[in-house]
């Protein structure tokens, strides 16, 4: 234990609003804790650079999953064993559903939230891909107003985003149109439990009589956030899937995918895996296994 | 003879002995225990990898006057670690030859002022280039260690190499390397010291081998022997790991301890210990192999290297044992093996479960399946046709006289693992699908106990005694750490003095109250400690029955007969030295003879598959069949053989030590990737039992056997799966695509 | 000096205890260090080992990271608290009789956090398949014992038909 809990304040408020009140009234003080996941790993390095915390633990506010007619709406403090006990989501987003299961242990998962995962905004974050391809919304609140915002373009840069100083993320918006689509999601990690990613690739596509109508590509780390591969993507919209096709797509995404060396993994293995998934998902659509 | 005779608790499933303590919480773990107006202790370590030190100051944001600071300028006796060469200092004086080597300690009552003030330290080096790899030492360009960078070599011969180049009927090279392995016991290192003038140091620890932190301790305080104690709690896993370090830790700890009067705790963190601690020495062989046309092995030329890092430590050691087991367990007239231990600045390298063994016989075994393709030769068909059998004779002209049993072995893995037919099915599915399985094999012996002459000089005392309430307590320096130490010698009491499992206690390891039967290391507890046990115990009725009229045979009658004795006697206790079993013979010069008293004989079989989408490699079934003597106690046995599986399916296929200018950059769990539940395969495990005369109730060693197969038979496995040699390991599947790629096995990608 | 802290109350392993400590303190600390409860271990301090996983309000949790504030309330159920009654006469929990019977536990420092994540395994998943056990258990790293005893233990603990047999190995001797 490397850090020293004496030099940290931490309140727990306990509603919404009061948290909100807090950044509202000293901007920019106070940092957000929920499962602690994440700071809590920094704490113990010593690395935690937050004087004063405020809990977003127990905050029933933002605990919650629920539907409206056109999307599902998961709070930002539901943590991956919320969403892998829901119906909703184990039904009709699969792909988060299996994206939870992938996060660390039961343990982590009865901690880690999928607000904070979104803001921690890892280049490898497990929920990215799921969100990216179900086209979700963030809904982000401070004592001022609400917005919302189409999560591709949530994350600006390496552990940036668009919250300012004094905003939550409230929730995330799902919208219930993918029923129909083609899906898929694979995580390549370190082994196969407690792993980070190296690289994982989602997508979803509806496809008409052969022919790509709709794609959506989100990749983890193989950029300096998850990002949706919208060149990839171009090059196989309005397509018939043919083996063609498949290379098309290959040189794709190997052109647009810009990970890099780490600890890790290799930027080398994590273009060429990318690429191998992409084709995978493509094989599928076209009903074969991967060629050999 | 009671290696035969049928026995009430040797071989029985009896509940290991502090079995109940570790499963409500109550065993106490060094991190645990708290002494009264206990300080704390931290380590600053050198950050550069090898340097003359300039200066040491101390940044005044801190009140150094509240803190105890300890340098090289306070060791009172020898600043040296005592182990096989005195050459590591306790802490640097003057120079640094690795990173993370310890300078400068600190106590504080306030754990968390520790980090602070340590970041406050501030030293200047004069660096020296480093030398990071077996290839940068070889070349002696730097001179960091003696004359050469030679921490050790050996040169062992048989036969007449020189003469078959010639004539044999095929020749094949090949090259092979190891990686560093950490140990990861779960429990970090820990340590607490106590020192005053009357008594000395007492230092209580997580460790292996109490004499040898006992010997150091003696010489780094210039303290007789009955001033140094040396107690072990309960140890969190070692596999090695706490052999060596705890000597070095024990000091610091006693250090800080005496200079500022109050007891200190240094309880290692993972980062700390991950990086500062020894792991398994890398290693790279080079075979060149003679066999005649009917695939008969007529030479080995073997050049071994291992990396041992900045100091001696254990590396000799290592070395012999890595140089004993490179020529496998095969029969063959001409052999030469050449063996080096090169220094680098480096975190020097110490023991770790299988002690030189596992290196060299991934060499051997995987070179083997090289050769059996070159040649056009089944694999298995390869082995057997060389496999040594009773009466032969091994590398060092060792003969077999105790039953081999190798082709049973093999036959019930071939049957078990149901090897052919998998294969052959393999060979047809592998062509059509992107998952493409393989079968591999490994064949090894392992020898238990120390080599050659070891067990003489170690002279191991041990025994029993009886105490007034009415327990036999085993009086003996080796320790639990998880491998049922504690249950494996009570039962052997137990049995021999025909009483209850219950009535038999562990003494303390305690230096005060135990002999030195040597240390837990070498698969050597059972067999040979176990052997002293049983014969302490055997004494002990023989001189109950001599001096205090034992005559029946029952529980009453046995603790009847202890009580008469110590009427007349005082004490009960019955004491034995080792003695070598008989017509022993090794030369320590030429390296001939009698290497190992007994060896433990396995064949082990992997089924892996290589997924070509992500290029990783999975163990999807193991079976690991061997000989280990007597089992004396089924499910603990079972229990060592699948943990060292698992850890050597970590060192095949996960476990990477990167070195970032010689610092362990991965020093985090995060990083440094182990199996967990989900990676390990199902693992069958099989024993043939053949009592060994000398042994414990039968038994041979068990401990290390398990980390010897694993790897080569996993990646012959790879190679059987994707016709590709893959000869390093760790292999990930980053190194997977790399050689396919070099290959060019993989698509190119066309972008970019 | 501990004036300065809020007082935290728990209701630990059956018991309300209160304790003043800084509110960032990790939990693992506060149990070891406060309550004194120390069988729950701490292997990394980072998540990655479950040597310190406890039961926290019916879930598992790793006590490393968790600030104590936010266990304010809570029912923790900690190593200790698995058999309540303990010797004289006491009675082991049905896992931990599986783990002593069936080698479960070898150096023992994973042993608390890997019983408290099979006891969470068994409330969710009372007949577990192999594949339940092995993600039930995927977040507390063993090193000893490459993990099949363990996998047999909870299936052991799991199959109540089995109890008395195991409870013959244990006192077999
Ligand atoms: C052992 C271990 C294994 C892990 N494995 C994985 C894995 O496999 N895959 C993966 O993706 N991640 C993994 N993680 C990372 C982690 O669990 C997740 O990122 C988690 O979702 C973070 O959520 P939290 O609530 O714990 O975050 P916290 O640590 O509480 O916070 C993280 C960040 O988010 C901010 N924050 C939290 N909530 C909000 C909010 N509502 N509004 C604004 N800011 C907020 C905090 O200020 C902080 O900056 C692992 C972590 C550990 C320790
Ligand atoms: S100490 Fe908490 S998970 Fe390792
Ligand atoms: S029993 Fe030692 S780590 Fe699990």
């Known amino acids: 234990m490397r850090g020293n809990p004496e030099t940290h304040e931490l309140v727990a408020p306990g509603s919404l609003a009061a948290v909100l009140h807090l950044m509202a009234v000293e901007p920019g003080a106070w940092t957000p804790i929920a499962g602690g996941t994440e700071l809590m790993v920094a704490h113990a390095a010593g690395r935690l650079n937050a004087p004063k915390l405020v809990s977003l633990w127990g905050v029933p506010e933002l605990r919650f999953v629920h539907a409206t007619d056109e999307s599902i709406v998961v709070g930002a403090g539901a943590t991956f064993a919320d969403l892998r006990r829901s119906a909703l989501i184990t039904e009709e987003l699969p792909l988060l559903a299996k994206a939870a299961s992938w996060i660390g242990s039961i343990a982590n998962q009865s901690r880690a939230t999928l607000g904070g995962n979104l803001v921690n905004g890892s280049p490898a974050a497990d929920s990215s891909p799921a969100l990216l391809v179900y086209d979700a919304e963030i809904e982000i609140i401070s004592a001022r107003d609400s917005r919302r915002i189409p999560y591709h373009k949530f994350h600006t840069g390496y552990k940036r985003n668009a919250l300012a100083v004094d905003e939550l993320l409230y929730a995330v918006h799902l919208p219930r149109r993918f029923g129909h689509h083609r899906q898929y999601l694979r995580k390549v990690g370190t082994r196969r439990a407690m792993a980070i990613s190296k690289v994982a690739l989602g997508a979803t596509a509806f496809i008409e009589t052969g022919v790509i109508r709709e794609i959506r590509l989100g990749a983890a780390s193989l950029a300096a956030f998850p990002t949706r591969l919208h060149r990839t993507e171009d090059a196989l919209l309005n397509k018939p899937i043919t083996n063609d096709l498949i290379q098309t797509g290959r040189n794709a995404i190997l052109t647009e995918a810009l990970p890099i060396d780490d600890i890790r993994s290799t930027a080398e293995y994590r273009r060429r895996v990318a690429a191998n998934l992409l084709e995978e998902f493509l094989f599928e659509l076209l009903g074969v296994e991967k060629r050999p | ?752 | 000096m501990s004036a300065r802290w809020p007082t935290i109350r728990m209701i630990v392993n059956g018991e309300q205890r209160g304790i003043q400590a800084p509110p960032m303190k990790r939990l693992l600390d506060v149990l070891r260090q406060d309550l004194h409860l120390t069988g729950t271990k701490e292997g990394c301090g980072e998540g990655e080992c479950g040597s310190c996983s406890v039961r926290m309000n019916g879930e598992l949790v790793n006590s490393c990271l968790i600030p104590v504030l936010q266990a304010q309330g809570a029912e923790i159920q900690t190593v200790e608290g698995l058999a309540p009654k303990l010797e004289p006469g006491g009675t082991l929990h049905p896992l931990q009789e599986a783990f002593l019977a069936c080698g479960g536990a070898q150096c023992g420092i994973c042993t608390p956090g890997m019983l408290m994540a099979a006891a969470q395994l068994l409330e969710t998943h009372p007949r577990p398949t192999l594949a339940e056990i092995r993600e039930g258990l995927a977040g507390n790293l063993c090193r000893c014992t490459g993990f099949m005893r363990i996998f047999e233990s909870v299936l052991a603990a799991s199959t109540q038909a089995s109890q008395p047999a195991l409870r013959q190995a244990h006192h077999a001797r």
């Open chain 2, 1 to 752: 003879m009671s290696t035969t005779a049928t026995t009430r608790i040797v071989g029985a499933p009896v509940p290991r002995k502090e079995g109940v303590d570790k499963l409500v919480g109550r065993a106490q773990y060094v991190d645990d225990i708290e002494r009264e107006g206990m300080w704390h202790g931290a380590t600053v370590r050198s950050t550069i990898p090898r340097g003359i030190i300039r200066s040491i100051t101390f940044d005044p944001c801190i009140n150094w006057s509240e803190f105890t600071i300890v340098t090289a300028a306070d060791v009172p006796g020898k600043n040296h670690i005592q182990l096989i060469v005195a050459d590591q200092p306790c802490l640097a004086d003057g120079k640094v030859n690795h990173c993370d080597e310890a300078i400068l300690l600190l106590a504080h009552p306030d754990k968390h002022k520790l980090l602070e003030a340590a970041g406050a330290v501030r030293i200047a080096y004069d660096p020296l280039p480093p030398v990071f790899t077996i290839e940068e030492s070889e070349k002696q360009n730097e001179i960091i260690h003696g004359e050469d960078n030679i921490l050790k070599s050996f040169l062992l011969e048989k036969g007449d190499v020189d003469s078959v180049w010639a004539t044999a009927a095929h020749k094949i090279e090949g090259e092979y390397r190891t990686g560093a392995q950490e140990h990861l016991y779960i429990e970090n290192n820990g340590m607490i010291a106590e020192w005053n003038r009357e008594d000395g140091i007492t230092v209580w620890g997580s460790l292996q081998c109490p004499y040898y932190v006992h010997k150091t301790l003696r010489a780094v305080f210039d303290l007789p022997d009955e001033k140094v104690r040396v107690i072990q709690t309960e140890t969190g896993g070692a596999f090695g790991g706490k052999e060596d370090y705890p000597s070095i830790l024990a000091s610091h700890a006693a250090l800080l301890a005496m200079k500022s009067g109050h007891p200190v705790k240094m309880a290692y963190d993972r980062m700390e210990d991950l990086a500062a601690t020894t792991k398994r020495h890398p290693s790279r062989v080079r075979h060149r192999t003679a066999l005649d046309k009917d695939g008969k092995l007529l030479a080995m030329e073997i050049d071994l290297a291992i990396d041992g890092g900045a100091y001696s430590t254990l590396s000799s050691t290592v070395l012999s044992r890595a140089t004993l087991h490179s020529c496998g367990p095969y029969v063959c007239p001409n052999i030469r093996v050449r063996s080096r231990a090169w220094a680098t600045n480096i975190v020097p390298y110490g023991a770790f479960r299988g002690f030189g063994a596992p290196q060299a016989i991934f060499a051997m075994e995987r070179h083997m399946d090289e050769i059996a393709a070159a040649i056009g030769i089944d694999p298995v068909e390869l082995r057997r046709r060389n496999f040594l059998h009773e009466g032969d004779a091994n590398a060092t002209e060792q003969r077999m006289r105790e039953p081999v049993i190798l082709d049973r072995l093999l036959d019930r893995a071939l049957k078990e693992s149901d090897y052919h037919a998998k294969r052959a099915r393999y060979a047809r599915e592998n062509p059509i699908n992107s998952v493409k399985r393989g079968m591999g094999i490994a064949a090894f012996y392992h020898g238990s106990g120390f080599t050659g002459s070891g067990e003489l000089y170690l002279n191991s005392l041990a025994g029993v005694d009886v105490t007034v309430d009415g327990k036999v307590r085993v009086l003996v320096s080796n320790t639990e750490f998880g491998q049922g130490t504690n249950t494996i010698l009570t039962q052997i009491a137990a049995e021999a003095l025909g009483i209850d499992f219950s009535d038999v206690i562990m003494a303390p390891a305690d230096t005060a109250h135990i002999p030195n039967s040597g240390p837990t290391v070498a698969s050597r507890t059972s067999m040979v400690v176990g052997r002293l046990v049983e014969r302490a115990s055997l004494q002990l009725l023989a001189m109950l029955r001599d001096h205090a009229g034992l005559g029946g045979r029952s529980r009453g009658d046995f603790f009847a007969a202890c009580a008469r004795y110590r009427e007349a006697h005082g004490k009960v206790e019955s004491l034995c030295r080792y003695e070598a079993p008989p017509g022993i013979y090794w030369n320590d010069q030429t390296y001939h003879g009698e290497a190992y008293g007994a060896y433990a004989w396995a064949i082990y079989v992997a089924q892996v598959a290589v997924d070509t989408v992500t290029y990783s490699a999975d163990v999807e079934d193991f079976w690991a069949v061997q000989e280990v003597g007597r089992v004396l106690h089924p499910v603990l046995a079972k229990g060592q053989i699948e943990g060292g599986v698992a850890q050597g399916i970590g060192y095949a296929l996960y476990e990477k030590v990167l070195l970032e200018n010689g610092h362990m950059a991965n020093n985090q769990m995060t990083n440094y990737i182990i199996p967990t539940a989900e990676d390990v395969p199902p693992i069958h495990v099989i024993f043939e039992q053949i009592p060994f005369r000398y042994g414990g109730y039968g038994a041979k060693g068990i401990g290390e056997l398990p980390h010897d197969g694993p790897a080569p038979a996993i990646l012959n496995a790879i190679r059987d799966a994707i016709g590709v040699p893959v000869n390093t390991i760790p292999l990930l599947p980053e190194d997977l695509l790399a050689v396919l790629a070099a290959r060019k096995c993989v698509e190119e990608p066309v972008a970019q």
